[in-house]
């Protein structure tokens, strides 16, 4: 089990590395950065998924809001638990913000829809952070979003029992409150202090662009 892990986790890096550096065409990624801002924000393609309360999520979703999004199933057994236990923790902390608490959200978007149904996906969300959003779809409409994202997943072979294991990537994806992908958190600097510090540098950065473009 050890070893599956390992190897698990070691795939879901590799595919985060892969997916980054097509998006910011780097030739080698900083082993000491936190996060990513892209250079300039890339905008996000349609697609139609459907949130635990059965409402639909599309890219309209992500309008006036900052979306911190990760993606796995409600089956993973190491990286799902503990990363969504760090969005928890980053969300907590921004409780002492009230103000900057409205306007984020956190999204958790399930590869697997043949199990996670809305009420799997429910009690898996809201057991971490009681306004978390836990979304799902169909496949061609999930791969839309990753594809974007530059998410990497793969389904294992089945068990005899039919069980099976997803390797996915393991980063954080933040995506601006213009519905465009914003920024990355990469998994093996996750912490919740420094994602905190990290995130209002770039809300205040937003912020004063938008001012300067004459946006509210």
């Given at each position: 089990m050890v070893l599956l892990a390992i190897l698990i986790g070691g795939l879901a890096f590799l595919g985060l590395r892969a997916g980054l550096k097509s998006f910011l065409n780097q030739k080698e990624i900083p082993k000491d950065l936190l996060g990513v801002v892209l250079p300039s924000p890339r905008d996000l393609p349609d697609f139609l998924l459907t949130d635990h309360l059965g409402k639909t999520f599309d890219?309209?979703?992500?309008?006036?809001?900052?979306?911190?999004?990760?993606?796995?199933?409600?089956?993973?057994?190491?990286?799902?638990?503990?990363?969504?236990?760090?969005?928890?923790?980053?969300?907590?902390?921004?409780?002492?913000?009230?103000?900057?608490?409205?306007?984020?959200?956190?999204?958790?978007?399930?590869?697997d829809a043949k199990r996670d149904q809305?009420?799997?996906?429910?009690?898996?969300?809201?057991?971490?952070?009681?306004?978390?959003?836990?979304?799902?779809?169909?496949?061609?409409?999930?791969?839309?979003?990753?594809?974007?994202?530059?998410?990497?997943?793969?389904?294992?072979?089945?068990?005899?029992?039919?069980?099976?294991?997803?390797?996915?990537?393991?980063?954080?994806?933040?995506?601006?409150?213009?519905?465009?992908?914003?920024?990355?958190?990469?998994?093996?600097?996750?912490?919740?202090d420094k994602i905190v510090s990290y995130f209002l540098e770039m809300m205040k950065s937003y912020g004063e662009q938008t001012q300067k473009d004459g946006r509210t």
């Open positions: 890219k309209a979703r992500f309008r006036g809001k900052w979306s911190f999004l990760f993606f796995g199933y409600t089956h993973c057994p190491d990286i799902c638990p503990v990363t969504m236990g760090l969005m928890a923790d980053v969300f907590k902390k921004l409780e002492k913000h009230p103000q900057v608490l409205k306007s984020i959200q956190g999204v958790f978007v399930s590869v809305p009420e799997s996906l429910k009690n898996f969300v809201v057991y971490f952070y009681k306004d978390f959003i836990g979304v799902t779809g169909d496949d061609d409409n999930i791969k839309s979003l990753t594809d974007s994202l530059g998410v990497a997943y793969r389904l294992s072979a089945p068990e005899t029992d039919g069980s099976y294991l997803i390797s996915h990537s393991s980063g954080i994806y933040l995506v601006d409150p213009d519905g465009r992908f914003h920024a990355l958190f990469q998994p093996q600097f996750h912490n919740a």
